[in-house]
């Protein structure tokens, strides 16, 4: 008899972009077994988008960490414990840290992706129980400098504007921002607004032609670094042609003589020099911002991780506040958040110069309210250490005990050497992590192991303020728990030690709640007034935007409608602004201009989309991708190992010709770390100079050489599984399990090589596939290791051996499916090989050429390429022949039906539908 197979929905978000789309997370209680979009949820009325869509299979426990794991001394292994001695340690440890060295001793390094109740606890923890302000966040990395543009300009961090507002502008001016593959659910709401009203503006400023920029109207591929000239030359088109909105200015704005006698001089054709553009082109990108009746913009990183990433922001905002395009529909500066929560975070004040909404830690009336709130004698005054500074703080000695958790900095700030040093000097490392794998772990003397997706409740909130109940579907596995709970418990520990026996009052909460409930008071009166939320209410009335204050009916979409803003005087700031171009110049020794960002279908540091075969099938392995010139002036060819190198060190990769860059320049994206490469990934190469005012880090600009690495010992392993996965969480010890415990096996081997990558491949049969270069001969016995850890090393394999050319060949068939593959010196048939592989394809007929030295598949083998469409598992090479065939976008998605499910790859189909056209 079979028992009824229970099947339920909970509604969550998706936890990964600050788009915040909602999503249904299907289980039966114990297990979470698939996903699909809320289709009530206004961010997203049901789409999601390739990660989104394939967050089940992040669910699995194989690389969770599930217990508590302590150590000893430094240099002694982890052992596992129990929570009491886990907290009971953190508590003695830090409160020994602050009796001996004081408050500001310690710090907490915290995330943009913990929930609203965790980082508000993480906030009062510090701030109100141990004195110091020392918490700050990932979001330092990501937002600040919008949070301090908007707070220079407009009096209060906060976006005006709401997705709605797509549909309604006439012109939509995106500077420094990807969204379609960063916020690609909100691209779809573009591409529809474009689609209802073909004559809407799309102008994209970008130094690279990136899928968002091949979409629009007017693409602006400025030099990296230059975009306030060009806001500047803009704002001087604006003035010359008449395009001010003189009384807006007058009555609701403080400070625009400076500004338009700064940009005076600032004419096209002196910005067209600077930022490497045509002069006609900055003219029409403010004629069209000037001459519709509605236009908004949309920034990102781009303009954030710049030396002046506040002022970037300022100059974009002041071309709104010029022609007085805010506060109405289609109007307005929208910063479009990175991290899903990084507003909520925001809200609480969990950075180090913030206080709880939206409070201000020099106002010492500011600094009354919320100890009257928390019912503690007072809040420290003195600003905490901003994310660069602590890490410098901690590598100085200053920090001696830190606690990090739901961020993975050893692979995400800049110059990582001196970070992975700080953490290695530091006293005591706490990592609460959901992952037991990443960068940072094997820093931790204790890691605690959280809850995460599925498994939590609590609040987020997106990029146009909405609010939104996250629920939970299953319990937490293993020991994992919620990290609010994980920091209640610890502050409860903590509080008798540094004699402030108060903590057991202060972090009594019931449940997360009880915190949303605190914390909702404490926007009273504030800009961001939620005091009319509950989770009662969002779940009767669903997701809800902010300001909602007690009595109100509904949130607001738009703000600023009255034309006043949230300063003394109630009306906005122009800032004139200052800055170099870039901290670090290209010179003869570092020709390269380098920027980094990120691919469609990875997030961050890999540990979750990292786990998902399928999400490797865009983009399989780490590489720099340079302009053809450069290349050819380097007499490089597409795919050859290159050593890049920077003031602050090197890595080897991949290199790949690229029409997205303009020569000059080089992209590398920020995923992959030290679990895909050999190294830590491009933050080895990037510089932590940061802005005056937000102390965000130019993630974006570094200067670098490439020289081609000479690493002739070539070696592939691939590995798949016989049998079927199933599908969500999945059992352990299927095949999907078994190939991500192999990854982790695989993973500490990358090191020893001079050149190495680890991805998995496949989309239904995952596989992992190691790539190696060497310097010298891989040692044999290093390939038998290999082998026993794979099971490539018994008579399922056949085998081949040229020892005098350095050529060995294993190949595992079971059941007449390859399972396993270990090629060296010759790697030539790699590609098609790991299509047999992974589509499982027959063998019988292959046999005989599964070890000969074919670069391209025998007949009877398919070879598919790389995969563009990932729902529904379309190859570029299938829609290059479709092309070919004088296929048009409508036809592929009718035959093909490539694009007809997420719409990820739409932008790139429609682009190569062009690059078709322009070639036929
Ligand atoms: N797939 C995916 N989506 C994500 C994330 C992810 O990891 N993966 N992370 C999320 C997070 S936390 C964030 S913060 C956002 C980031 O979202 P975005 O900022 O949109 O993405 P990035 O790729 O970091 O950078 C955007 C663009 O800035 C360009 N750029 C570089 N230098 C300059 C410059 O000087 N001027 C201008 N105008 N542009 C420049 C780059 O070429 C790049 O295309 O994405 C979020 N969404
Ligand atoms: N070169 C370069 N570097 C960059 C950037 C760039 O553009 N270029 N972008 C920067 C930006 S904008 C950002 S936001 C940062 C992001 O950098 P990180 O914050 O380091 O990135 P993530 O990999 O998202 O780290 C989040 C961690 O939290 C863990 N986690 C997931 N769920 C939970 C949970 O519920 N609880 C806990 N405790 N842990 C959980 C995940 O496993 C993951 O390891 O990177 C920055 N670094
Ligand atoms: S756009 Fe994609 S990654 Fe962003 S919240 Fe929506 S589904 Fe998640
Ligand atoms: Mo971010």
Known sequence: MTTPEIKMETKATCPYCGVGCGVLIEHDGARITGVRGDPEHPANFGRLCTKGATLHFTARHETRLLYPELRGTKGEARRRVGWDEALGTAAQRFADVIKEHGPDAVAFYISGQLLTEDYYVFNKLMKGLIG??????????????????????????????????????????????????????????????????????????????????????????????????????????????????????REHTEGFDALREHVREITPAVAAEVCGVKAEDIRTAARWWGESPRAMS?????????????????????????????????????????????????????????????????????????????????????????????????????????????????????????????LARC??????????????????????????????????????????????????PGETRADWAIVCDFARKLGPLIGKPEAQRLFGYAGPEAIFTEHAESTRGRDLDIT????????????????????????????????????????????????RLTAERADARYPLRLTTGRLRDQWHGMSRTGKVARLYNHVDEARIELNADDMHLRGLRDGELVRVKSRRGEIVLRAAASGEIRSGQAFVAMHWGANALNSAGVNVLTLREFDPYSKQPELKHATVQIEKADLPYQALIMRGEPGEPTEGQGDSGDPAGITLERAARLAPWLERFAYASLALAGRDYPAVVLRIAHDQPIPSAWLDELDALLGLDDDHCLTYSDARRGITKRARIEDGLLV???????????????????????????????????????????????????????SESDIAAAIGGGAGFDDLQDKLKCGTSCGSCVPEIKRMVAAGRSAA
């Not at 100085?396 to 700080?422: D, H, M």
């Not at 003397?445 to 997106?462: F, M, Q, R, S």
């Not at 902010?546 to 034309?563: I, K, N, Q, S, V």
């Not at 790991?834 to 009877?860: C, G, K």
Request: glycine share 8%.
């Open 427 to 476: 006293e005591f490392v706490v990592l609460q992590e959901a992952y037991g794998n990443t960068e940072t772990a094997p820093f931790a003397d204790l890691l605690l192991p959280a809850a995460t997706w599925g498994e939590k409740e609590g609040t987020v909130t997106n990029s146009e303020r909405r609010i939104t109940h996250v629920n939970r579907a299953i319990p937490a």
């Open 532 to 579: 009319g939320l509950s989770y009662a209410l969002l779940d009767a009335q669903g997701p809800q935007q902010w300001p909602f204050p007690e009595g109100a009916t509904e949130g607001r979409a738009r703000l600023y409608a009255d034309g006043r803003f949230p300063t003394a005087d109630g009306k906005a700031r122009f800032v004139v602004p200052t800055g």
């Open 298 to 422: 949309l920034w990102c990183q781009g303009l954030n991780q710049s030396t002046h990433g506040t002022h970037n922001g300022a100059a974009l905002i002041a071309l709104s506040l010029a022609t007085g395009k805010i506060g109405k529909p289609g109007c307005g500066p929208f910063s479009m958040t990175g991290q899903p929560n990084a507003m909520g975070g925001r809200e609480v004040g969990g950075l180090a110069n913030l206080l709880s909404a939206h409070r201000d830690l020099a106002n010492p009336a500011h600094r009354a309210e919320i100890a009257r709130l928390w019912g503690v004698e007072s809040v420290p005054e003195k600003p905490g250490l901003t994310a660069v500074e602590l890490f410098d703080a901690m590598h100085e000695g200053r920090i001696k005990a830190v606690w990090v958790a739901c961020t993975n900095p050893a692979q995400s700030l800049p110059e990582l050497e001196r970070v992975r040093e700080a």
């Open 132 to 249: 110091s302000n020392n918490v700050d966040t990932n979001s330092r990395l990501c937002m600040s400098s919008a949070v301090a543009a908007y707070k220079q300009t407009l009096g209060a961090d906060a976006p005006p504007c709401s997705y709605e507002d797509f549909a309604e502008t006439d012109c939509l001016l995106i500077a420094g921002g990807n969204p379609s593959y960063a916020h690609p659910i909100a691209f779809r709401r573009i591409e529809d607004a474009k689609a209802a009203r073909p004559d809407m503006k799309i102008i994209v400023v970008d130094p690279r032609r990136t899928d968002t920029a091949a979409t629009a109207d007017l693409h602006l591929p400025i030099l990296p670094g230059t975009d306030i000239w060009l806001f500047n030359a803009m704002l001087n088109v604006l003035l010359w042609e008449g395009h001010i909105d003189n009384a807006f200015v």
């Open 820 to 874: 396993g593959l270990r090629l060296t010196g010759e790697t030539a048939a790699a590609g098609w090989l790991r299509d047999v592989l992974v589509e499982r394809q027959p063998t019988a007929e292959l046999r005989r050429w599964i070890l000969a030295p074919l670069a391209s598949p025998p007949a009877a083998a398919k070879s598919r390429g790389r995969i563009v469409c990932n729902c529904l598992n379309v």
